[in-house]
């Protein structure tokens, strides 16, 4: 059924805070808009810089500019994205803080990649059908 049917099984969307919200619900905040702009140096990643806006498009000075830093690492699978946010106050100091903070990113990817491998590597295998009766066939006998 489509998405705005009101018979319909609620159908979830993830925002881009990965909160579930009914798809019937989908709306901007017009009191958390951010102008987006891409800076790249084509070769290692980007950097978004997040200016908070008010409802006409202004600058709103009563909160901070962010600076999003984004890159890739190529697996056996493909490209796997990898984004972390940069505590900046200029692009400049962005940038120079890129090269580290991506460092510090793809590491903790790693690391939680492993975890999770590791996890469905121990999780406990049942056995399908009946198990084997206890006691026979032995040929040790108890007094």
């Not at 619900?25 to 017009?30: Q, R, T």
């Not at 950097?47 to 006409?56: A, E, G, L």
């Not at 202004?58 to 990898?82: F, K, M, N």
């Not at 803080?97 to 790693?110: D, H, N, Y």
């Amino acid at each position: 059924m489509a998405i705005g049917s009101c018979d319909a099984d609620p159908i979830y969307l993830l925002t881009m805070a990965t909160k579930p919200e009914p798809a019937n619900e989908i709306k901007v905040d017009p009191n958390a808009l951010y102008l987006e702009e891409v800076f790249t140096d084509r070769r290692v990643g980007t950097i978004r810089r997040m200016t908070p806006v008010n409802k006409d498009g202004a600058r709103d000075q009563a909160r901070a500019v962010l600076y999003i830093g984004e890159t890739q690492v190529l697996t056996p699978a493909g490209a796997l994205p990898i984004g972390f946010e940069i505590g900046a106050g200029s692009l400049e100091e962005a940038a120079e803080k890129f090269g580290l903070l991506a460092r510090e990113a793809i590491e903790r990817t790693v690391k939680e990649l492993q975890e999770m491998r590791r996890q469905a590597a121990s999780q406990i295998v049942v056995p399908q059908g009946p198990l084997p009766p206890v006691g026979s066939g032995g040929k040790i006998q108890m007094p």
